[in-house]
Every structure is written in C-alpha cells, then in structure tokens.
C-alpha cells in the first residue's frame, strides 16, 4: 500500500471514475484556492509522517485542527491502524450510507468524489426522546437504528457524547457500522463516550476512528470522514492500491 493515497446533494451516478466531480482537497476549486490547499497540506506533512493510510488520517486531523500534537491523539480500532481507513474507503467505494450525528457535520462532508447518500441523524427519534428524557441525539441514533441505517454505513459523530454513547449501545445489540468516526468534543463524557465505543468496536470487530482527550469537533469530524472519501478516489483512480 503507498501513501499516493459520499454523496451530498448534487452527486453524480457511479460507473468509472470520469463519472466523479473530482475530489478537490479542502474544499478547493479554483487554481488559487488549490494552490493554498496544496500548500496547507505540503507543510502538514513536514509535521506528520507520510508513509501509510492512517498517517492520511493524522495529517488530516493535525490540518482540521491547526495542532501539530493532534497527530498523537488519533486512535485507529482494528487489528491494523489501516484497517479503519481501508473500511473506511471500500464503503465509501461501495456507495454506503455516511449518516452524522448533527446538521453541521453533514454539512462539511464533501460532495465531490463519490455517490454515498448523506444523512444527519438529529431530527428522528423527537418522540424517543420527549417519552424517556434521553438526548436528542441520542434518541436520533437510536431511532435510525431501528431502522437498520447504521449496518454497513459510514457512521460519524462529531458533536454528542450522547449520541456516541447510543452508537456504541446499538453495536453491543448487534449493529455492524462499515466504519465508524466519532470525535465528540466537550467537557462532559465526550472522551468517556469515545473511550466506550472504542471498547466496544474493538469487542465486536467493528472499524473505528476516534481521538483521546476533551478535544474534538464536527469539523475534525467532517474532515477526517472526507479524508476517507479522497483516499477512496485514488483508488478508483488507481494511484493507491487497498489490501
């Protein structure tokens, strides 16, 4: 494997990779903003080793929080660090849900390179939630479950220790994410909740993608899931091969 390493509104079908908008680091369209992207992720990896898929995954989490020493926050579940980054973009390659936690995450997953359907969990369960006092995030997650939108998808919280805490409930129950992102920020069980779906990830096999600490955010969130979206778009380009 070398370092050459889902849809948003507005995504094209599937079928080859010319079928793709490109993927475009950042955000960046135009020649002027890809130059600044180019140039932001060149003086990442002066900070971060390049060598392997889950070093992708640090760069990205070192640029989505503008702190060199995130790099050593990141945590990859599975019997490999490469494992949750390979899950990771074979569900994206595979056209899997990404289902986040809150509007804001949703709203910085990427619409280029890639034809994932992409939905945000706040919203369901109001019901759930209004009978048993619980979080409305914790009573959305809950909610999609019941309806089977977790199995096989790309599932990513970036706000809500709450709604980490129902993940990792759901998958104790037998729900089998393809991969899962959490980095709920906050003074309040988010490095707890993270710690317990780590825990439990790693019981039950699942793929995850998580950080230590009271840091976090729907940013780094958002930024770490697109990362998986670009490396799914060097493979389909052919520029990084998958184990």
């Known amino acids: 494997m070398t370092t050459e390493d889902c849809r948003t509104d507005g995504g094209s079908e599937a079928g080859?990779?010319?079928?793709?908008?490109?993927?475009?680091?950042?955000?960046?369209?135009?020649?002027?903003?890809?130059?600044?992207?180019?140039?932001?992720?060149?003086?990442?990896?002066?900070?971060?080793?390049?060598e392997t898929v889950a070093d992708r995954i640090r760069q990205k989490s070192v640029h989505a929080t503008g702190d060199p020493e995130f790099q050593h926050l990141v945590r990859f579940t599975g019997e490999t660090e490469?494992?949750?980054?390979?899950?990771?973009?074979?569900?994206?390659?595979?056209?899997?849900?990404?289902?986040?936690?809150?509007?804001?995450?949703?709203?910085?997953?990427?619409?280029?390179?890639?034809?994932?359907?992409?939905?945000?969990?706040?919203?369901?369960?109001?019901?759930?939630?209004?009978q048993t006092g619980t979080t409305r995030t914790a009573a959305s997650v809950l909610e999609l479950d019941k309806q089977g939108v977790y199995d096989g998808a790309i599932a990513v919280i970036g706000n809500a220790p709450t709604a980490a805490l129902a993940l990792a409930d759901c998958i104790e129950d037998g729900t089998r994410p393809a991969v899962v992102v959490a980095t709920p920020v906050g003074f309040v069980k988010a490095a707890e909740s993270r710690t317990r779906l780590r825990e439990v990830a790693d019981s039950y096999g699942v793929p995850a993608i998580t950080n230590v600490g009271r840091r976090g955010g729907s940013g780094l969130a958002?930024?770490?899931?697109?990362?998986?979206?670009?490396?799914?778009?060097?493979?389909?380009?052919?520029?990084?091969?998958?184990?």
Request: aromatic letters at 2%.
């Open 222 to 243: 958002a930024g770490l899931t697109n990362e998986l979206v670009h490396v799914a778009s060097d493979v389909r380009s052919g520029e990084v091969d998958l184990p």
């Open 82 to 130: 490469a494992e949750p980054v390979v899950a990771g973009a074979r569900a994206v390659l595979d056209e899997q849900p990404i289902v986040t936690d809150i509007t804001m995450v949703k709203a910085g997953i990427t619409g280029r390179g890639h034809d994932c359907p992409v939905q945000k969990a706040i919203g369901n369960g109001a019901e759930l939630a209004k």
């Open 16 to 50: 080859n990779a010319s079928d793709f908008e490109e993927y475009a680091d950042l955000g960046a369209t135009t020649e002027n903003a890809m130059a600044i992207a180019e140039t932001s992720m060149d003086r990442v990896r002066d900070l971060v080793p390049d």
